[in-house]
C-alpha cells in the first residue's frame, strides 16, 4: 500500500498523514527525505528544503520521462538536489507499505499506482489551524498570515508542473480529496483509512 498526500497550507494534511499511517500501520515519510538528502550532501536542512522548492527553470521542456536524471551534470543545485529527491522516493515505494507527504510523490509514483489524497479547507479554517499548531504565525495579520497561504500553495502549484500536465489540486488527479474545514482531523482519520482499505479492495 503506497499512500500520498497532497495539500493546501494550513489544511492538516500533514496532520492527516501522520494519522493515517499511524492508523494503517504504515511508514510515514516526509522530512526523512530532506534529512537524508541534507546528509549526503553535508548540507543544512533548510537550505535543502529551499533548494528543493525552488526548484529548476532551464531552457527546455521537463517533461523528459518525468525524471531529472538527464540534467544530473547540468551546473545547477537544484537539478541534483532534485535528481536525488526522485530516487529516494522510488526506493521508498519499492519498499512498500508508505505514506508520503507533499514533494509531487503522486506524479513521480504514477508508475506505482499509489492512492493519492488531496487535503483543502476554508480560509477560516486554515487560519485557526496555523494560528492554533504554528506559534511564530501568531505576529502575522489575518491579511498576512493570507498572503503567506497563497505564496507557499504558488510555490507548491509551480513545483507540481515540473513533473505532471495537470494542474496542482485539480481533482481529477486524485483518488480521493477531503474537505477538513470546521472537523478535527483525528475524527476524519478513521474514515478516511475504511475508505482506502475499501478502494484497495476494489482495485488491487
Not at 535543502?48 to 523528459?64: A, F, K, M, R, S
Not at 535528481?83 to 512498500?96: C, I, N, T, V
Not at 482531523?185 to 478516511?192: C, E, K, M, N
Amino acid at each position: 500500500m503506497i499512500i500520498t498526500v497532497s495539500r493546501e497550507f494550513g489544511s492538516g494534511g500533514r496532520e492527516v498523514g501522520k494519522r493515517l499511517a499511524d492508523k494503517l500501520n504504515l511508514t510515514y515519510i516526509d522530512r526523512e527525505i530532506v534529512t537524508t538528502i541534507a546528509n549526503e550532501n553535508n548540507m543544512q536542512e533548510d537550505v535543502v528544503e529551499e533548494t528543493l522548492n525552488q526548484g529548476i527553470i532551464p531552457q527546455i521542456p521537463l517533461h523528459y520521462g518525468r525524471s531529472f536524471y538527464y540534467y544530473q551534470n547540468l551546473p545547477n543545485p537544484q537539478s541534483h538536489l532534485m535528481s536525488r529527491q526522485q530516487s529516494l522516493l522510488k526506493e521508498f515505494a519499492d519498499r512498500g507499505n508508505c505514506i508520503i507527504v507533499g514533494r509531487a510523490a503522486d506524479v513521480i509514483l504514477e508508475d506505482y499506482d499509489p492512492f493519492r489524497i488531496f487535503v483543502y479547507a476554508d480560509l477560516s479554517s486554515k487560519l485557526e489551524r496555523c494560528r492554533r499548531l504554528g506559534p511564530e504565525e501568531e505576529a502575522l495579520s489575518d491579511h498576512d498570515l493570507e498572503r503567506k497561504m497563497k505564496r507557499i500553495d504558488s510555490d507548491r502549484a509551480r513545483y507540481y508542473s515540473l513533473y505532471g500536465s495537470n494542474a496542482w489540486g485539480d481533482k481529477s488527479n486524485y483518488d480521493l480529496c477531503i474537505n477538513t474545514s470546521q472537523f478535527e482531523i483525528r475524527d476524519l482519520v478513521p474514515i478516511i483509512a475504511d475508505y482506502i482499505r475499501q478502494w484497495y479492495m476494489v482495485h488491487k
